[in-house]
């Protein structure tokens, strides 16, 4: 059971990159996924959350307009579009689930990472001024 990140890089300020977070072992479709990113010397900090089933999204202040959030359930992968990136935007970006909807627990979005408890092995993202 885990989760890997894709599609990571160097990217010029304006520019974009999907990342993908592929699941192996369980459905993805029956978890709440988040997206995370942490900067070195930060805390990790929620970018993007997305709902068991029923499409429902939640992005961070800091990418709300620019970041999307979809799901490919024959792939079992879960991708972020990130598009007008900005040098701010470089970080490693984490994939992480939560326990799957009703074994108590919610179809909830969050930005806390204390609530998920699956995580992937990150990968970099670096935005060029």
């Known amino acids: 059971v885990h989760l890997v990140e894709s599609g990571g890089g160097l990217v010029q300020a304006g520019g974009s990159l999907r990342l993908s977070c592929a699941a192996s072992?369980?459905?993805?479709?029956?978890?709440?996924v988040g997206w995370f990113r942490q900067a070195p010397g930060k805390e990790r900090e929620g970018v993007a959350s997305?709902?068991?089933?029923?499409?429902?999204?939640a992005f961070a202040d800091s990418v709300k307009g620019r970041f999307t959030i979809s799901r490919d359930s024959a792939k079992n992968t879960v991708y972020l579009q990130m598009n007008s990136l900005k040098p701010e935007d470089t970080a490693v970006y984490y994939c992480?689930?939560?326990?799957?909807?009703?074994?108590?627990?919610?179809?909830?979005?969050?930005?806390?990472?204390?609530?998920?408890?699956?995580w992937g092995q990150g990968t970099q993202v670096t935005v060029s001024s």
């Open positions: 992480a689930t939560r326990p799957p909807v009703g074994i108590g627990v919610g179809n909830i979005l969050s930005f806390v990472p204390a609530v998920y408890d699956l």
């Open positions: 072992g369980f459905a993805l479709d029956t978890h709440v």
């Open positions: 997305t709902s068991s089933g029923d499409g429902t999204s």
